[in-house]
């Protein structure tokens, strides 16, 4: 299975951005970086997902190393809501298979 | 909301009990993910089904089995309960592997 690693927590403060950083040095070609967060007693929300070229969206932004082994997730204004847990994962193509989950950066936001 | 709903929202049953979660898509969608989340566990994947086929499996125990309908909506079946199988379980579903999946709220079990 092609396995990322993310910090185990993170700290920022409202209003200012957040940069979440994965590695997945094994990552395929035909893997999708996908980002997903669980708030508190909350089913899994769907982020913003890549293969190579940055991505944004209203939620966030991705960018995504030349290399493809590692990628960052942004958020560029954080907010109380913002706090969350949140997964980088390794999602193949049209493949036979579920999403993989790691044990996400717990992300805490100061007010 | 993501556009999955998930019936029944929380569930208290005894143990070698059978119950059945019922997940409906979203329009459009053909994948349907099945997830259990317990507190030592983490988010599991257990099962998944493409346009009413069953594709892969994860760590689905056999106790426990799954189906997708022609209606595109699926039904994940539970039996001989154990207090272990309490766990928030969570449907998914996207229009293929790969794409932006997006989950319900769960159903909560709570065996006793």
């Known amino acids: 299975d092609a396995k990322t690693t993310q910090p185990n927590s993170m700290e920022s403060n409202e209003e200012e951005p957040v940069h979440l950083p994965c590695n997945h040095s094994?990552?395929?070609?035909?893997?999708?970086i996908h980002w997903y967060r669980q708030l508190p007693s909350q089913g899994p929300e769907y982020v913003i997902h890549?293969?190579?070229s940055n991505v944004n969206n209203r939620m966030a932004s991705l960018a995504i190393a030349e290399d493809r082994k590692s990628s960052t997730l942004i958020l560029h204004r954080a907010t109380l809501r913002d706090a969350a847990v949140y997964y980088c994962i390794l999602w193949t193509g049209g493949g036979a298979d579920g999403l993989t989950f790691g044990k996400g950066t717990h992300l805490i936001i100061q007010p | 909301d993501s556009g999955v709903t998930q019936t029944p929202k929380h569930l208290i049953t005894a143990t070698g009990q059978r119950v059945t979660l019922r997940c409906s898509p979203r329009s459009g969608d053909l994948s349907v993910y099945w997830y259990q989340q317990s507190l030592d566990q983490g988010l599991q994947f257990l099962i998944q089904?493409?346009?009413?086929?069953?594709?892969a499996k994860g760590n689905i125990l056999e106790r426990f089995s799954a189906q997708q309908f022609p209606d595109l909506h699926s039904e994940l079946n539970l039996s001989s309960l154990e207090l272990g199988d309490s766990a928030l379980y969570f449907c998914a579903s996207s229009v293929v592997a790969g794409a932006e999946a997006f989950f319900g709220q769960g159903t909560r079990l709570t065996v006793v």
């Open positions: 094994t990552i395929s070609g035909t893997d999708y």
């Open positions: 089904y493409y346009n009413g086929e069953e594709r």
């Open positions: 890549g293969l190579t």
